[in-house]
T-cell receptor
Framework: EAGVAQSPRYKIIEKRQSVAFWCNPI?????LYWYQQILGQGPKLLIQ????????DSQLPKDRFSAERLKGVDSTLKIQPAKLEDSAVYLC??????????????FGPGTRLTVL | AQSVTQLDSQVPVFEEAPVELRCNYS??????LFWYVQYPNQGLQLLLK??????LVESINGFEAEFNKSQTSFHLRKPSVHISDTAEYFC????????????FGAGTRLFVKA
């Protein structure tokens, strides 16, 4: 089966500009996650969707970050306006329920964002 | 609050030596536990997981981890490492209630030397 797709792979922008990332999860995976991984740190969950509903967005900086998954399939993450500290790799992952338990997360290749 | 601590940021080891990467977590509810590996220039991949049942879980490439509820630990071990095991290893915890939020540790870089 095809893996989690993300685009673009790399993005360089100046501070105060806007940027959007796209993710297409594995077919049939109802749960979709966006993570931020700053260099030298572990991934930090930004937002988690179950189908098209938000399950957790407690660590999403809502003044500048937004995410949507309107049809419960692919998703976009937007930053507007970007700050220098937003430089990171943005990872998308998806998972499905198996026998009543949440299955493993499959990760995309990530988008490396550099804010100058 | 839930947290995950990986006690070692870097672990250098010689080839064929044993290794243990430590992971401790804090949670007031039951959890699922995972180890993910990130090879150089590659994405995160699941290495092994504990959901329930036997507290000792194994991967296909010789790693194992044991869930110790009393010590709230999930240390990763391998009796003999290879050069190809050089990678970053992340411990992750999913709280088994509510929205099943995932928390990752900061990672441990395993560097295997010849």
């Amino acid at each position: 089966e095809a893996g989690v797709a993300q685009s673009p792979r790399y993005k360089i922008i100046e501070k105060r500009q806007s940027v959007a990332f796209w993710c297409n999860p594995i077919s049939g995976h109802a749960t979709l996650y966006w993570y931020q991984q700053i260099l030298g740190q572990g991934p930090k969950l930004l937002i988690q969707f179950q189908n098209n509903g938000v399950v957790d967005d407690s660590q999403l900086p809502k003044d500048r970050f937004s995410a949507e998954r309107l049809k419960g399939v692919d998703s976009t993450l937007k930053i507007q306006p970007a700050k220098l500290e937003d430089s990171a790799v943005y990872l998308c992952a998806s998972s499905r329920w198996v026998s009543g338990k949440l299955g493993e997360q499959f990760f995309g290749p990530g988008t490396r964002l550099t804010v100058l | 609050a839930q947290s995950v601590t990986q006690l070692d940021s870097q672990v250098p080891v010689f080839e064929e030596a044993p290794v243990e990467l430590r992971c401790n977590y804090s949670s007031s509810v039951s959890v699922y536990l995972f180890w993910y590996v990130q090879y150089p220039n590659q994405g995160l991949q699941l290495l092994l997981k504990y959901l329930s049942g036997s507290t000792l879980v194994e991967s296909i490439n010789g790693f194992e981890a044991e869930f110790n509820k009393s010590q709230t630990s999930f240390h990763l071990r391998k009796p003999s490492v290879h050069i190809s095991d050089t990678a970053e290893y992340f411990c992750a915890v999913i709280k088994n209630t509510g929205g099943f939020k995932t928390i990752f540790g900061a990672g441990t870089r395993l560097f295997v030397k010849a």
